[in-house]
Protein backbone atom coordinates (compact mmCIF):
# COMPACT_ATOMS: atom_id res chain seq x y z
CA UNK A 1 0.00 0.00 0.00
CA UNK A 2 0.81 3.36 -1.20
CA UNK A 3 2.51 5.83 2.21
CA UNK A 4 0.75 9.03 0.85
CA UNK A 5 -2.65 7.86 -0.24
CA UNK A 6 -1.93 10.43 -3.81
CA UNK A 7 1.10 8.88 -4.89
CA UNK A 8 0.23 7.67 -7.95
CA UNK A 9 -1.01 11.34 -8.98
CA UNK A 10 2.41 13.27 -7.21
CA UNK A 11 4.21 10.60 -9.91
CA UNK A 12 2.72 11.61 -12.27
CA UNK A 13 3.16 15.29 -11.90
CA UNK A 14 6.42 14.56 -11.32
CA UNK A 15 7.01 12.01 -14.46
CA UNK A 16 5.32 14.89 -16.69
CA UNK A 17 7.75 17.82 -14.95
CA UNK A 18 10.91 15.33 -15.81
CA UNK A 19 9.65 13.82 -19.23
CA UNK A 20 9.30 10.52 -18.27
CA UNK A 21 5.48 10.42 -19.71
CA UNK A 22 4.36 7.60 -21.39
CA UNK A 23 4.92 8.39 -25.41
CA UNK A 24 1.79 8.23 -26.30
CA UNK A 25 1.40 11.27 -23.70
CA UNK A 26 4.31 13.23 -24.87
CA UNK A 27 3.11 14.59 -28.02
CA UNK A 28 -0.06 16.64 -26.12
CA UNK A 29 2.87 17.97 -23.62
CA UNK A 30 4.77 19.19 -26.13
CA UNK A 31 2.04 20.87 -28.24
CA UNK A 32 0.58 22.65 -24.87
CA UNK A 33 2.75 21.74 -21.56
CA UNK A 34 0.98 22.51 -18.40
CA UNK A 35 -2.33 21.82 -16.99
CA UNK A 36 -3.85 19.38 -19.26
CA UNK A 37 -1.35 16.23 -18.22
CA UNK A 38 -1.58 17.38 -14.49
CA UNK A 39 -5.50 17.54 -14.87
CA UNK A 40 -5.48 14.04 -17.10
CA UNK A 41 -3.67 12.46 -14.58
CA UNK A 42 -5.64 13.72 -11.53
CA UNK A 43 -9.15 12.51 -13.13
CA UNK A 44 -7.57 9.23 -13.09
CA UNK A 45 -7.16 8.77 -10.11
CA UNK A 46 -10.86 9.78 -9.25
CA UNK A 47 -10.21 13.62 -8.58
CA UNK A 48 -12.14 16.11 -10.66
CA UNK A 49 -11.74 19.52 -11.60
CA UNK A 50 -8.31 19.77 -9.62
CA UNK A 51 -6.96 23.40 -11.26
CA UNK A 52 -10.91 25.35 -9.84
CA UNK A 53 -10.89 23.19 -6.75
CA UNK A 54 -6.86 23.98 -5.91
CA UNK A 55 -7.18 27.61 -7.07
CA UNK A 56 -10.87 28.88 -6.54
CA UNK A 57 -9.63 32.54 -7.42
CA UNK A 58 -8.01 31.29 -10.70
CA UNK A 59 -5.39 28.92 -11.90
CA UNK A 60 -3.92 31.01 -14.42
CA UNK A 61 -0.85 32.42 -12.92
CA UNK A 62 0.20 28.67 -11.24
CA UNK A 63 -0.51 27.00 -14.77
CA UNK A 64 1.36 29.18 -17.06
CA UNK A 65 4.48 29.46 -14.26
CA UNK A 66 4.47 25.61 -14.14
CA UNK A 67 4.39 25.65 -18.21
CA UNK A 68 7.25 28.02 -18.54
CA UNK A 69 9.16 24.92 -16.44
CA UNK A 70 8.17 22.23 -18.43
CA UNK A 71 8.60 23.90 -21.80
CA UNK A 72 12.45 25.33 -20.40
CA UNK A 73 13.16 20.99 -19.20
CA UNK A 74 12.21 20.57 -22.65
CA UNK A 75 14.05 22.71 -24.30
CA UNK A 76 16.98 21.27 -22.37
CA UNK A 77 16.33 17.75 -23.18
CA UNK A 78 15.26 18.13 -27.06
CA UNK A 79 17.21 21.08 -28.22
CA UNK A 80 20.62 21.17 -25.74
CA UNK A 81 19.17 24.32 -24.67
CA UNK A 82 20.24 26.15 -27.18
CA UNK A 83 19.98 30.01 -27.05
CA UNK A 84 17.88 31.10 -30.12
CA UNK A 85 19.25 34.92 -29.59
CA UNK A 86 23.02 33.47 -29.43
CA UNK A 87 23.43 30.87 -31.68
CA UNK A 88 26.31 28.43 -30.71
CA UNK A 89 25.68 28.64 -27.28
CA UNK A 90 23.44 27.67 -24.73
CA UNK A 91 20.82 29.60 -22.43
CA UNK A 92 21.63 30.83 -19.07
CA UNK A 93 20.74 28.98 -16.33
CA UNK A 94 21.30 30.36 -12.81
CA UNK A 95 21.12 28.92 -9.62
CA UNK A 96 18.40 30.96 -9.17
CA UNK A 97 16.50 30.01 -11.44
CA UNK A 98 16.61 26.70 -10.83
CA UNK A 99 15.60 27.85 -7.09
CA UNK A 100 12.62 29.48 -8.67
CA UNK A 101 11.63 26.42 -10.60
CA UNK A 102 11.67 24.06 -8.06
CA UNK A 103 9.37 26.74 -5.98
CA UNK A 104 6.87 27.08 -9.03
CA UNK A 105 6.45 22.91 -8.84
CA UNK A 106 6.61 22.48 -4.79
CA UNK A 107 3.73 25.31 -5.05
CA UNK A 108 1.69 23.24 -7.33
CA UNK A 109 2.00 20.09 -5.15
CA UNK A 110 0.96 22.16 -2.04
CA UNK A 111 -1.67 23.57 -3.42
CA UNK A 112 -3.19 20.80 -4.94
CA UNK A 113 -2.50 18.02 -2.36
CA UNK A 114 -5.02 19.01 0.18
CA UNK A 115 -7.56 18.30 -2.48
CA UNK A 116 -6.72 14.82 -3.26
Do not use: F
Not at 51 to 56: E, L, V
Not at 68 to 94: E, F, K, M, W, Y
Amino acid sequence: MNEHPHTELRLSLGSYVLGSLDPADRAAVDARPGAPPVAKSSVAVGVLKLWSTSYPSGSGPATTSLSLVVRRRNRIVHQCDADPLSPGNVTPLSAADASDSLAIVEGVISAIDPHC
